[in-house]
């Protein structure tokens, strides 16, 4: 089955920083890549996606890569703020209709 | 979008006793899932809950322990049996819409005594 791995676990940066997390997957077939947001005791959040007929995806100071070859994606955040703070978390789905495998998770702590 | 509603929120149980936790979605749907998610831990799939069938489980997770109805397409349900202290976590039920955004339901926040 699919198998996730995300860094870094823990990330700090400076507020206006940018800040990256990687995740690899292990599942060629897979074609859907979400990011989730968690805050404190909240659910989880879809903040971007990319599916694998995409290489690149922008929304703001938000930008998700994909690389099919190496199976790996990447969140990248521009100019981030304070607001920013929580843990993220990457996730691939195999086909419609399954469920998503996550990442272990990155805590994002944005400084001021 | 999917609303899904979840509940409880949370509870506090005793150890040995059963949780059965609720999940209604706004909308007919195919799957739903269930996850774990313990403390500080990232989401862990327990079943996938279909109409009709029985549910199928990810490797870890057994039917007796973890038992899923799905008597409709908007309803499911999961149970914790014979609860122990390892079993605190929050339960998330989510669906899928085909191959887009999960939705999440806010989860039950469980605390085993």
């Known amino acids: 089955g699919e198998n996730v791995e995300q860094h870094p676990s823990t990330l700090s940066v400076q507020e206006g920083d940018s800040a990256v997390i990687k995740c690899t997957y292990s599942d060629s077939a897979s074609n859907y890549f979400p990011w989730y947001k968690q805050e404190l005791g909240k659910r989880p959040q879809l903040i971007i996606d990319?599916?694998?007929?995409?290489g690149e995806k922008k929304d703001q100071r938000i930008a998700v890569t994909l690389n099919k070859t190496a199976k790996h994606f990447s969140l990248h955040i521009t100019e981030t703020q304070p607001e920013d703070s929580a843990v993220y978390f990457c996730a691939a789905a195999n086909q419609a209709g399954t469920a998503l495998i996550f990442g272990k998770g990155t805590t994002l702590s944005v400084s001021s | 979008s999917a609303v899904i509603s979840q509940k409880p929120s949370r509870d506090i149980c005793q150890r040995g006793t059963s949780l059965t936790i609720q999940c209604q979605v706004d909308s007919q749907v195919t799957m739903m899932f269930w996850y774990r998610q313990q403390p500080g831990q990232s989401l862990t799939l327990i079943a996938t809950?279909?109409?009709?069938?029985?549910?199928?489980?990810e490797s870890g997770f057994v039917i007796d322990k973890f038992p899923i109805s799905r008597p409709n397409l908007t309803f499911s349900t999961l149970t914790v049996s014979n609860m122990s202290p390892e079993d605190s976590s929050i339960y998330l039920c989510s669906v899928d819409t085909m191959g887009t955004e999960a939705f999440f339901g806010q989860g039950t926040r469980l605390t085993v005594v």
């Open positions: 809950a279909n109409q009709g069938s029985e549910a199928t489980y």
């Open positions: 990319i599916r694998s007929n995409v």
